[in-house]
């Protein structure tokens, strides 16, 4: 992203509180929940974790009334995030509920922590919807490298007690790892952001089982059940029917 951003010869003059807000957004936005995530699902299933994660509409919908200008609560909202939720609960199975109302000792940590990557990921979305007057690859482009430097220390940690053995498939790994799911993503997360608001962007819980089904049925031959295709177009309807009002609107 700073290749790019210096490629292009992007020109931007930033005030010490619009870094700080900008380095909190790298913290609790990419940092703290990439890490969270990734501790959790040794311990839970990853159903469970994406059941768990996709509660981020829910709290986008009331962060957003207190702490945005212009992305309030509406009734619409609140029932097309509720069929959203419906959707999800179609695909990965009801069963799932159970394993998360269930309290054992070794995994209510795990689950507890899914849900404090959700709000950091809510809390970024709603810190970079304030921000106006700044493009959105320098926006990326900070937070990003703000995150890369807060993980320097701990890299340098792990590295010097358990030292990573690198070959072409690792380093190759990471590229796309940095490059597509980070850097492109977070260009389009901050995109979406500025244009239709971070509730509308809250959806990306819902959506993930969607992709994650199609790409299971196109590349390991996965059957898609009945119940897949109803939460699947429960999700679909969710998003369409939360923004009607907007076009309404417009």
């Given at each position: ?12 003059n ?6 700080i807000l ?5 913290l609790?936005?990419?940092?703290i ?8 699902e ?19 919908l009331l ?10 609560f ?18 990965i199975g ?12 070794g ?7 899914i ?15 304030n ?8 926006l ?6 703000f ?17 990573s ?5 690792s380093?190759?790994?990471l ?19 500025s ?6 962007l ?6 993930i089982?969607v ?16 119940n ?11 998003v369409?029917?939360?923004q009607?009002?907007?076009v309404?609107?417009?």
């Open positions: 992203m700073f290749s790019y951003f210096k490629l292009k010869n992007y020109k931007i930033l005030s010490i509180n619009l870094l900008i380095f909190i957004i790298g609790v936005g990419n940092f929940p990439f890490y969270l995530i990734s501790w959790s040794q311990y839970i299933k990853s159903n469970t974790a994406g059941l768990l994660l996709s509660i981020a509409p829910i709290f986008t962060l957003s009334h207190f702490f945005t200008k212009d992305d309030k509406s009734f619409r909202k609140f029932v097309s995030i509720l069929v959203g939720l419906l959707g999800v609960l179609f695909i009801f069963n799932t509920l159970s394993n998360v109302s269930s309290r054992q000792s995994d209510f940590l795990p689950k507890l922590v849900m404090i990557a959700a709000l950091g990921y809510v809390i970024s979305a709603i810190l970079a919807y921000i106006k007057n700044i493009s959105t690859i320098a990326t482009t900070f937070v990003t490298m995150a890369a430097l807060i993980s320097i220390p701990f890299m340098i940690f792990v590295e010097y007690n358990n030292p053995s690198f070959n072409f498939n380093i190759s790994s590229i796309y790892l940095g490059l597509f799911p980070t850097a492109i993503a977070f260009v389009l997360r901050f995109h979406i952001i244009k239709a608001g971070p509730i509308f809250s959806y990306v819980a819902y959506l089982p992709f994650a089904i199609f790409w299971g049925y196109i590349f390991l031959k996965e059957t898609i059940t009945f897949t295709l109803i939460g699947v177009i429960l999700i679909l309807f969710g369409f029917f939360s009607q009002s907007n309404q609107n417009t």
